[in-house]
């Protein structure tokens, strides 16, 4: 078990293999990719989603975008169709979500990633934050490198775990404030947004269950604090995206051979 969390180590794992890195091509032969940081991988009313902050991706294109499916391997995401969600009273939101084929989500690709369901998430994380405790997990761009050999493409990462206190409303829309417990073996909180944020209340007797409360969308190590959109405002948006009709795969995709290793390097 992790002391703060008193999160069971099996449990843990699987939740830490919703959140997976982002790989985007680059359309350069002698550098054919570069990491993008973390996004969220959520299962949601049948539909698969990947999930991340809008600054992210920037402007590129889904045929551009590829999944970390485990320590060693990427994939092309599959793209069905990309939503930009707004809001009626502060505009765009500063998300980003992605319709996936679910069929190409394999058995394989499924040993070391997971799609958390968001069906299984009560919205009552926010009753009891003040008593909570806070954490999140996925990759700082500081801590990944990429190497182009002359026949494959190799990436190193690593997944940090980080927990953090309820600080109260953030001045962003639907977004609130968390203190990071101890941000000083980071570095840099850049490749963190889009990492799922859930909450946890530990009670004598009782193991903990952890909710989802939100996804990060920004943060520094410098002020220790970090801002995460409510998961009140993500079901509000994929539920708007549900009552559209869903796209049909293309018929065509590019594929790319590549590979990638990550350090077995924990962090707590």
């Not at 985007?24 to 698969?48: A, K, Q």
């Not at 320590?71 to 990309?82: F, H, K, M, T």
């Not at 952890?210 to 943060?219: C, F, S, T």
């Amino acid at each position: 078990m992790t002391d703060s969390t008193l999160v069971p180590d099996d449990q843990l794992l699987e939740l830490r293999r919703t959140a997976r890195q982002l790989v985007f091509r680059t359309g350069v032969d002698s550098t054919p990719v570069s990491l993008g940081g973390t996004c969220f991988l959520l299962g949601y009313r049948d539909r698969l989603f990947a999930i991340t902050a809008r600054h992210v991706v920037k402007d590129a294109v889904p045929e551009e975008l590829l999944l970390a499916t485990s320590e060693d391997s990427w994939i092309p995401a599959r793209v069905l169709e990309q939503f930009n969600p707004s809001d009626e009273i502060s505009g765009a939101l500063d998300l980003v979500v992605y319709d996936l084929d679910v069929r190409h989500f394999i058995a394989k690709h499924r040993r070391n990633s997971r799609a958390y369901n968001l069906l299984a998430t009560e919205s009552n994380w926010s009753a009891t934050r003040y008593q909570s405790n806070f954490f999140f997990f996925g990759y700082p761009l500081v801590h990944a490198t990429v190497d182009y050999g002359s026949r494959t493409t190799r990436a190193e990462s690593q997944q940090w775990f980080l927990q953090a206190t309820y600080q109260g409303s953030s001045e962003l829309p639907h977004c609130h404030k968390l203190r990071l417990l101890d941000a000083s073996g980071i570095g840099d909180l850049n490749g963190l947004s889009g990492s799922p944020v859930f909450a946890c209340r530990s009670i004598i007797g009782t193991t903990a269950q952890p909710q989802l409360a939100g996804i990060l969308l920004r943060g520094t190590a410098a002020s220790g604090l970090v801002h995460f959109l409510e998961v009140e405002a993500l079901r509000t948006v994929l539920e708007e995206i549900l009552r559209r009709p869903p796209r049909r795969l293309p018929k065509r995709w590019r594929s790319v051979k590549t590979k990638k290793r990550r350090a077995p390097r924990e962090h707590h």
